[in-house]
């Protein structure tokens, strides 16, 4: 209970960021410029295009938001002593990590429900309306079109709550910077380290084992 009213604080201290409302503005532009772009495809189907482009959009707005917020907000709270008058109180450690978690968490779900609902109605208008450039392709409807998003929409969620939880327990530790960028790194080598793997199979034996034992442990964003 405690850590749902620090969770409704940190709620609204990540939506009155201007980073917030700076994402959401920029990822809603570029969504709805990516109804335009693919006409440079010069022969890819565009709709495919369009999705791959916003759900680049998507998982990097939020990735951010997420990072950002908790290397940000907690580190500004423990370095002002914010964070030790609150554990003052009746209100031990883990309810106030687990509080800012869950406030994160929210306020990154709120712009990810945002960005879905523009990305939706922009790739419900790309079906719709045709392509620009090859006006011959013709889709199976609607829904076969949208419902593939859905599961890259829940993914990129996924994967910003995890790097969230980890920048988290960092923030209480490492200055924001080093968070920012020790979170960032993570997120590349759980890109990579799938398709790294398998380009190593076969070739370097000793290279091959160490990517394979941080493909172990890292998550794979891949999938692969």
């Not at 917030?20 to 109804?35: E, H, N, R, W």
């Not at 031990?92 to 109605?121: D, H, M, N, P, Q």
């Amino acid at each position: 209970m405690r850590s749902l009213i620090v969770a409704g604080t940190t709620f609204r201290e990540s939506v009155q960021q201007p980073i917030f409302y700076t994402l959401a503005v920029i990822g809603t532009l570029l969504l709805i410029c990516s109804y335009l772009l693919p006409t440079f495809t010069m022969g890819t189907e565009e709709v495919k295009f369009l999705r791959d482009l916003g759900l680049g959009t998507y998982s990097l707005c939020i990735l951010i938001l997420g990072v950002f917020s908790a290397a940000n907000l907690i580190t500004t709270e423990i370095e002002n002593l914010t964070a030790m008058t609150v554990m003052s109180k009746p209100l031990r450690r883990y309810e106030f990590i687990v509080g800012k978690f869950l406030g994160i968490a929210f306020a990154v779900t709120f712009l990810a429900v945002l960005l879905s609902v523009v990305f939706v109605t922009v790739t419900v208008a790309k079906v719709t309306g045709g392509d620009i450039v090859i006006r011959h392709i013709e889709y199976e409807g609607v829904w076969p079109e949208v419902s593939i998003i859905f599961p890259g929409i829940l993914l990129g969620l996924f994967q910003t709550f995890l790097l969230t939880a980890v920048s988290v327990a960092m923030s209480t530790r490492l200055p924001m910077i080093l968070n920012v960028t020790v979170s960032c790194g993570l997120f590349v080598a759980a890109s990579i380290s799938g398709p790294v793997v398998e380009y190593l199979r076969g070739k370097h034996t000793f290279a091959y084992g160490i990517a394979k034992v941080l493909c172990f442990i890292l998550p794979n964003f891949q999938g692969n």
